[in-house]
Nanobody, 117 residues
Framework: VQLQASGGGLVQAGGSLRVSCTAS????????MGWFRQAPGKQREFVTA???????NYKDSVKGRFTISRDNAKNTMYLEMNSLKPEDTAVYYC????????????WGQGTQVTVSS
């Protein structure tokens, strides 16, 4: 599956932003979707994930501020980010995992989120 991330931008600290990840096909059968992020000079890190049944998992530092969701009808996953902090500045990458005989992971191209202080 091909993934297209969008919606990044520049926002002031305390502000909100929603990024989207649209798949090239139905996401109904995609077992797990989520987001990683990579700040300059740092390793890519897990942010959040959502299962087909809506189960979610979040990095501790974003709990209560970020919300992940998926709209199967639109083949799109969303990440709503509130109370943004400068340390949230990064390129956000979406991914999709499909489980068969092995896990097949697809990545989106990334979208830049910059939070100014």
């Amino acid at each position: 599956v091909q993934l297209q991330a969008s919606g990044g931008g520049l926002v002031q600290a305390g502000g909100s932003l929603r990024v989207s990840c649209t798949a090239s096909r139905s996401i109904f059968s995609i077992d797990l979707m989520g987001w990683f992020r990579q700040a300059p000079g740092k390793q890519r890190e897990f942010v959040t994930a959502i299962t087909t049944s809506g189960g979610t998992n979040y990095k501790d530092s974003v709990k209560g501020r970020f919300t992940i969701s998926r709209d199967n009808a639109k083949n799109t996953m969303y990440l709503e980010m509130n109370s943004l902090k400068p340390e949230d500045t990064a390129v956000y990458y979406c991914y999709a995992d499909t489980y068969s005989s092995r896990v097949v992971r697809s990545w989106g191209q990334g979208t830049q989120v910059t939070v100014s202080s």
